[in-house]
């Protein structure tokens, strides 16, 4: 499945780019999890207020999402990257 994490970053985010790259530096160590499939990152290429900026999809099988969410890369994405979101939206499929 595919579980996709939509992003919009908050007004401290000045250089959206920067933190971008950290979050895939980030998320790039996750692919040494036996679980974590594979990972692709899109930017948003419209800047406007009502776009959100970057989505994160991670291919992982459905059974193994309660691993993923306990796992540390996902626990310092929430810690590192949490206060500069302004909101998100967690969508999976298949």
């Keep these: 499945m595919k579980h996709c994490i939509l992003v919009k970053w908050n007004e401290t ?3 959206k780019t920067a933190v971008e ?3 895939k530096k980030l998320f790039d160590d996750a692919l040494s999890l ?3 499939e594979d ?3 899109i930017n948003n290429c ?3 207020e009502n776009r959100y900026d ?3 999809i991670i291919e992982i099988k459905k059974e193994d999402l309660p691993i ?3 796992c540390d890369v996902h626990k310092k994405w929430k810690a590192l990257f949490g206060d500069f979101i302004e909101s998100k939206a967690i969508f999976d499929f298949e």
């Design 13 to 15: 985010v000045i250089d």
């Design 21 to 23: 790259n950290d979050a």
């Design 34 to 36: 036996p679980e974590i």
């Design 39 to 41: 990972i692709h990152f």
């Design 46 to 48: 419209v800047d406007k």
């Design 54 to 56: 970057f989505l994160i």
């Design 68 to 70: 993923w969410n306990e």
